[in-house]
C-alpha cells in the first residue's frame, strides 16, 4: 500500500518562506505525476502545483512566481518551494501522488497546516 508522508508545514510572517516535502513509500514504481493542492477554511480543495514524471511542472495563477515544485524521480518525492508568503496562503496543504504502475492509482497524504501571519 503507497503511502505518502508530508512535512514541511508551520507558522511564518508574510514575506516569509517554508518548503513542504511529500515522500511515497510502499512501492517500487515510479510516480506518473504529483501534485499540491490547498484548502482553506470555508473553502473547496485547490490546486496548487503539479509535476509529472517527465519533469514539466503547472501552478495555479495565485502563486505562479513565488511557489517552485520540484521532484526527485528515484525517491518519488515531491517539493514545494513556497516564497513571499501571504495570509492568503494559509491551509492545508495536501500532497497527491498518481501512478500507472503496476496500476492506475491515486493517493492522498494526510495535509500539513501552513500558517502565515501577516
Known amino acids: 500500500q503507497v503511502q505518502l508522508v508530508e512535512s514541511g508545514g508551520g507558522s511564518v510572517q508574510a514575506g516569509g518562506s517554508l518548503r513542504l516535502s511529500c515522500a511515497a513509500s510502499g512501492t517500487i514504481f515510479s510516480f506518473n505525476n504529483m501534485r499540491w493542492y490547498r484548502q482553506a477554511p470555508g473553502k473547496q480543495r485547490e490546486l496548487v502545483a503539479g509535476?509529472?514524471?517527465?519533469?514539466?511542472?503547472n501552478y495555479a495563477d495565485p502563486v505562479m512566481g513565488r511557489f517552485t515544485i520540484s521532484a526527485v524521480n528515484a525517491r518519488n518525492t515531491v517539493y514545494l518551494q513556497m516564497n513571499s508568503l501571504k495570509p492568503e496562503d494559509t491551509a492545508i496543504y495536501y500532497c497527491n501522488a498518481a501512478f500507472l504502475w503496476p496500476k492506475r492509482s491515486e493517493y492522498w497524504g494526510q495535509g500539513t497546516q501552513v500558517t502565515v501571519s501577516s
Open positions: 509535476i509529472t514524471i517527465g519533469g514539466s511542472t
